[in-house]
């Protein structure tokens, strides 16, 4: 019977449970078919738990609620795409119930189920059942109700799993589009599989290994990035915080670019530093503007280069001119990002569609920004939870617009005006949107059938406005099909950008019949370069 666990065991759980993930990834990815099936969820879980696996092994000494806040700071760092920003959530209301301890057993876990479950909640607006949140409401419900009836985790474990795949189970009966395509959730799956990796330790003692390719991959990676990257300090400090409970986050966000081999622990009263960099200075610069050093040392790891000592230290780089308004955009594509350059975007976060910017994207990019005002324009329905979590962890007026197309964002930068203040330039690009229609053309992953609309695999999407619309066998049908769900008596002008799969000449030809076609409409065609969509289209 295994009554309670400590932190080396805990850690060990985690990391099974992400590895048993990213083993599953394209498995995930695959049920993923709405709202588009072009699916990430598989892909965006896993690099969010990806994300914390070298803070746990750096922790394992630790107690359980050093390894769970750990979990937590790193997957909020990490998260990626909805999926991954529930899944930090779950993480994050854990961290609650794990608070002070060294050691947890049952009753601790069975709280933390609670508490991570109403955590997710609280973080979606709209909550939806037949979700991941329904599978981890479900497991919290059995946890709690075994709580005072189970002593050994083990056990506890096995009935929590089961509750858990039963509620996945279900999934499709709660949510018609999962029924309608013959699949589970996606989001559910991939937490299950995370727990069930969990269990796994729990029960045989042995961590799930990644798969031998995955191994390969990650092994050619370190092996790069060690003959790469070459820090002569070892750099460790305490911080004492001048106000307690505040959130160190932009101190690691400072300095974890100037280095490598970092710890962080950022508790109630004091932070914690370790990090091999060749600019120590700007480590405890950084470290005096959250509070007094208590602690510091400092190691030279090559001596026998002593020309180091009097060069390794780089002031830190000038900021960027303050102003009263700043921008900051999603987008992938040289001809897209060049073009939102051009109507002032000043930082661009590459990303998009099966490859969803992180939590930590978004704060480098607002950290790199210097402005009274900062509007960020995610152009991705599952970015815009991701862009909102970043924009929660600093003090400044930092603005979501809910964009859902880099063709949106296009809109708004196009009616921004300086002079206007900051609540009425969104309201304005709030009705730019409104006012603009959008289209997105796309591949098909597999076969489905989405909202009565029979799709077969390697078809053209049609999605306007974050809506499946029509599947064509031939691209040239498919952005036709488009244009007839968006043009109507009041529009006026057509905007296309072409992707990196379309040639200059295809793209030609189409601006033409659609010229031919509404005549009274001005056709735009540009060179977006983006991949994944073959055409982005929007109508005015």
Known sequence: MIREINGSILVNMFISGANNLINHTKEVDDMNVFPVPDGDTGTNMSMTMKSCVQGLRANENSGVYEIIKSVANDTLRGARGNSGVILSQLMRGMKKAFEGAEVCDVKIWANAFKSASDCAYRAVMKPTEGTILTVAREMAQCAIEYESQVEDIEEFFALVTDAGNKALAKTPELLPKLKQAGVVDSGGQGLMFIVEGMYYYISKNKIIELNSALQEENKASAISEDEEIKFAYCTECIVEKNEKNKSAFKFKAAIEVIGDSMVFVDDDDIVKVHIHTNTPDVVLSEALKVGSLSSVKIENMRLQHSNIVANASLAAPEPKPYKKYAFISVAVGDGIVSTLKELGVDYVIEGGQTMNPSTEDFCKAIESVNAENIFVF???????????????????????????????????????????????????????????????????????????????????????????????????????????????????????????????????????????????????????????????????
Do not use: W
């Open 378 to 540: 995610p152009n991705n329905k599952n970015i815009i939870m991701t862009a909102q979590q970043a924009s929660d962890i600093f003090d400044s007026n930092i603005i979501v617009i809910p964009t859902t197309s880099v063709t949106q964002a296009l809109s708004s930068m196009l009616v921004f005006d300086e002079d206007l203040s900051p609540d009425e330039n969104a309201e304005a690009f709030g009705e730019a949107v409104s006012a603009s229609k959008s289209a997105q053309i796309t591949h098909a992953v597999r076969d489905t059938v989405v909202d009565d609309i029979e799709i077969k695999e390697g078809e053209y999407l049609v999605i306007v406005d974050g809506k499946i619309k029509a599947s064509d066998k031939e691209l040239s049908q498919a952005v036709c099909d488009a244009c007839d769900n968006m043009v109507d008596d009041d529009s006026s002008v057509v905007t296309i950008f072409y992707g990196e799969d379309v040639s200059k000449e295809d793209a030609e030809a189409i601006k033409e019949d659609l010229e031919e076609k509404y005549d009274e409409c001005d056709v735009y065609l540009h060179s977006g370069g983006q991949p994944v969509y073959h055409y982005l289209i929007s109508v005015e």
